[in-house]
């Protein structure tokens, strides 16, 4: 199975400031990425697939980069809904595998 | 809009099954594969199932591989899980969620989960 990694595990941050969660895959994934938001309580929701689209209806201040092996979710100006957990996900082969989650808290 | 609505959750003794269900709305449910997600309690999301739009292929994290079984009824849009011989470590809210018409697609949507408790 392909393992994915994310960093950091959790960290705090202000609101306006610039973050940027990292993953990584175990193998080589092309852009079968995706990126998941999720706030206590309630169900995941796609923020970004094939590495890089932005879903429909998710703020611009949100994007993703990467392919093959390291891709990175920015934030460009955290906002107070922003808070929560994110997961990336390979989507290159089963079995699907997510990463271990970032919790970005305020500081 | 897509609207997913899982039931049949509750507290199981270890050994026991149990049986998930997931109405699907909004969508043309037999276009697209669906999968199942779990959480432990605290923890992160877990992919466990997918089958494919028209149930000719499962495939199964290999946690529940020959445990649990993926399948639906396209004639009533219903997802189902069936959970056998589970695991104190099974305990979780279970997701359903739908992916795209190939089997490498992401997920994009989901539902709000079902709690499954595992204990004597």
């Known amino acids: 199975a392909i393992r994915m990694t994310q960093s950091p595990s959790s960290f705090s941050a202000s609101t306006g400031d610039r973050i940027t969660i990292t993953c990584r895959a175990s193998?080589?994934?092309?852009?079968?990425l995706a990126w998941y938001q999720q706030k206590p309580g309630k169900a995941p929701q796609l923020l970004i697939y094939?590495?890089?689209t932005l879903q429909s209806g998710v703020p611009s201040r949100f994007s993703g980069s990467g392919s093959g092996t390291d891709f990175t979710l920015t934030i460009s100006c955290l906002q107070s809904e922003d808070f929560a957990s994110y997961y990336c996900?390979?989507?290159?082969?089963?079995?699907?595998?997510f990463g271990p989650g970032s919790k970005v808290d305020i500081k | 809009q897509v609207k997913l609505v899982e039931s049949g959750g509750g507290v199981v003794q270890p050994g026991g099954s149990l049986t998930l269900s997931c109405a699907a709305s909004g969508f043309i449910f037999n276009y697209f594969g669906m999968h199942w997600v779990r959480q432990a309690p605290g923890k992160g999301l877990e992919w466990v199932a997918f089958i494919s739009y028209d149930g000719s292929k499962t495939y199964y994290a290999d946690s529940v591989e020959g445990r649990f079984t993926i399948s639906r009824d396209n004639s009533k849009n219903i997802l189902y899980l069936q959970m056998n011989v589970l695991r104190p470590e099974d305990r979780g809210l279970f997701y359903c969620?739908?992916?795209?018409?190939?089997?490498?697609?992401?997920?994009?949507?989901w539902g709000q989960g079902n709690l499954v408790t595992v204990s004597s």
């Open positions: 996900q390979q989507y290159y082969s089963y079995p699907f595998t």
């Open positions: 094939a590495a890089s």
């Open positions: 969620a739908k992916g795209g018409r190939l089997e490498t697609s992401n997920i994009d949507s």
């Open positions: 193998q080589g994934i092309g852009s079968y």
